[in-house]
């Protein structure tokens, strides 16, 4: 059965939280509407993969609400920790205390694993993490214009804080790593290709631009040393 993403399956106190935490001015890829996005997604490969196979699987909405709500509760540009402080937040908050321990454990071990989709050790994850984990790059095997669109909204995040060169080489190196891994999906593997597709394309967006930066600082100091010369 469909469900919509709801934010009042999380205590009261804590969609405040939740409503600050994504409304803050620096996000524009992992907004307010960011975990809507990937419970849809995390809903559409549940469906696709699992209850086709077997009508009697039950979709865990209350355990995707959740993970999808809390995943990104902490974004800090350039930090190493958002996941496992994320996870920490949902941790002591009133949603989880009112979660018997078993569903509080399946969502941390969900916000810590969207920190590195690909670590070995996830491969232990049951198959409603896997689906999660899917869900929130979904969007790596996109069409090129959305996969674009998210990409340059993320880097213009990491443009608060760094310079678009610093955003560029780091978006560059981050694809880079994506394209050399044995699998994108744990879950979809069969959009793989599509994915890598993108990924090869984004690299080569990323040269280009950065390459074009290059010659304009050039040009940039050669029309200052003209200006500065004594005539």
């Keep these: ?77 350039g930090s190493k920790t958002n996941e496992e402080d994320s996870a920490a937040l949902y941790e002591r908050s009133s949603t989880a205390r009112f979660q018997n321990p078993y569903a509080q454990r399946a969502v941390i071990d969900a916000i810590r694993a969207s920190g590195d989709h690909w670590a070995s050790k996830n491969a232990q994850l049951n198959n409603a993490i896997k689906v999660f ?39 560059k190196k981050w694809f880079e790593s994506l394209r050399d891994k044995t699998r994108i999906y744990w879950i979809c593997t069969d959009r793989d290709d599509l994915a890598r597709e993108n990924i090869e394309r984004g690299i080569k967006h990323c040269e280009s631009t950065l390459k074009t930066l290059e010659r304009k600082a050039k040009n940039a100091i050669i029309a200052k040393t003209v200006d500065q010369r004594d005539f």
């Design 1 to 77: 059965m469909v469900t919509r993403f709801d934010w009042s399956q999380q205590r009261l106190e804590d969609r405040r939280l939740l409503e600050l935490r994504y409304s803050e001015p620096h996000r524009a890829y992992h907004d307010i509407n960011h975990p809507e996005i990937v419970y849809g997604y995390c809903q559409e490969i549940w469906q696709s993969y699992f209850g086709n196979q077997d009508p009697l699987a039950k979709f865990p909405a209350e355990f995707f609400q959740t993970a999808c709500a809390w995943h990104d509760a902490i974004y800090v540009v």
């Design 133 to 171: 984990l899917d869900a929130d790059i979904f969007e790596l095997s996109a069409d090129w214009e959305l996969f674009n669109h998210n990409s340059n909204m993320v880097m213009k995040e990491f443009c608060s804080k760094f310079t678009p060169q610093e955003v560029l080489e780091g978006r």
